[in-house]
């Protein structure tokens, strides 16, 4: 779920066209990578919909590293994001969200987190998506399911995102639309 503060990162440095070719070291990660993904060059917006959609953690550094330079200093940034939108009881280390020393949020810093996630058309749009289409740096396609299982199970489900870590446990940011209103639920 914290792969929803690394998109709001890169659509607020904007320049969602840049391209950006994924390294061995950002596929060093488990357990959800993308199919031969090293060496091959996406842009910005492709590679957050292979972060929000398939949940793809070595897309999540190749952001970081081209954001930031480094997962450190990206998680720097993450944390400053995640004050200005009020979230205080939150430190971020990994654009991947995956465990580290030090990391940690809350369910309410996560809800504060969800609302201005939805609000970014850009990631609102990619989280909801059911599919993905992914050409692999062979240039094999690939359709890819999004991860979150209650967006294929309910017509009212609209997206954000699922996660799970052995410290968090199973977590979900949702959105739902119902009779004109939009719920937002972690």
Same mark, same amino acid.
């Given at each position: 779920t914290q792969k929803l +503060?690394?998109?709001? +990162?890169?659509?607020?440095?904007?320049?969602?066209?840049?391209? +950006? *070719?994924? *390294?061995?070291?950002?596929?060093?990660?488990?357990?959800?990578?993308?199919?031969?993904?090293?060496?091959g060059t996406y842009t910005r917006r492709e590679l957050l919909e292979a972060l929000l959609v398939y949940s793809a953690n070595d897309a999540a550094r190749a952001l970081a590293r081209d954001n930031a330079g480094s997962e450190a200093a990206f998680g720097v940034k993450m944390t400053q994001l995640a004050r200005?939108?009020?979230?205080?009881?939150? +430190?971020?280390? *990994?654009?991947?969200?995956?465990?580290?020393?030090?990391?940690?949020? *809350?369910? &309410?810093?996560?809800?504060?987190?969800? &609302?201005?996630a939805y609000r970014d058309r850009v990631v609102r749009d990619i989280a909801g998506m059911k599919f993905l289409s992914w050409r692999d740096a062979k240039g094999r396609m690939h359709n890819l399911r999004n991860s979150n299982r209650v967006l294929h199970r309910h017509a009212n489900a609209s997206g954000l995102k699922i996660g799970y870590t052995g410290a968090a446990g199973h977590c979900l940011v949702?959105?739902?639309?119902?009779?004109?209103?939009?719920?937002?639920?972690v």
């Open positions: +503060v690394t998109a709001m +990162v890169i659509t607020r440095a904007g320049n969602l066209d840049k391209e +950006v *070719t994924i *390294t061995a070291q950002d596929a060093a990660c488990s357990p959800t990578k993308l199919p031969n993904s090293v060496g200005q939108l009020g979230a205080t009881r939150s +430190v971020f280390k *990994t654009s991947s969200g995956l465990s580290a020393a030090g990391q940690y949020s *809350t369910a &309410r810093d996560m809800a504060k987190i969800a &609302r201005a949702l959105s739902w639309d119902e009779a004109g209103n939009t719920v937002l639920t």
